[in-house]
């Protein structure tokens, strides 16, 4: 069963960084397009970052780029999401997800708090 763990989320202060890191198993994973979302409470999910199996492209939402960065580390089995310039809307809790012959798996998720 595809396994995605995620971690490094907290409690920051407006201004700044955390780096989430989501590791990934049982599946091939440097074959895959991985990607970040988040949820706030009483939204609905949103994507924040996709990267593509080689790390040579990437995307983001308008809402993080240029203080968002995402990567990923084939050789761990690993995505990253580099937070940068937090905001309080920013809040929420992050999810990493794998589609695989149309079926998508997501992580636990990772608790993102960004207040004074």
């Known amino acids: 069963q595809v396994q995605l763990v995620e971690s490094g989320g907290g409690l920051v202060q407006p201004g700044g960084s955390l780096r989430l890191s989501c590791v990934a198993s049982r599946f091939a994973f440097s074959s895959r397009t991985m990607s970040w979302y988040r949820q706030a409470p009483g939204k609905e999910r949103e994507l924040v970052a996709t990267?593509?199996?080689?790390?040579?492209?990437?995307n983001y939402a308008d809402s993080v780029k240029g203080r968002f960065t995402i990567s990923r580390d084939n050789a761990k089995n690993t995505v990253y999401l580099q937070m940068n310039s937090l905001k309080p809307e920013d809040t929420g809790v992050y999810y990493c997800?794998?589609?695989?012959?149309?079926?998508?798996?997501w992580g636990q998720g990772t608790q993102v708090t960004v207040s004074s």
């Open positions: 990267i593509t199996p080689s790390g040579g492209s990437a």
């Open positions: 997800k794998v589609t695989i012959m149309l079926s998508v798996y």
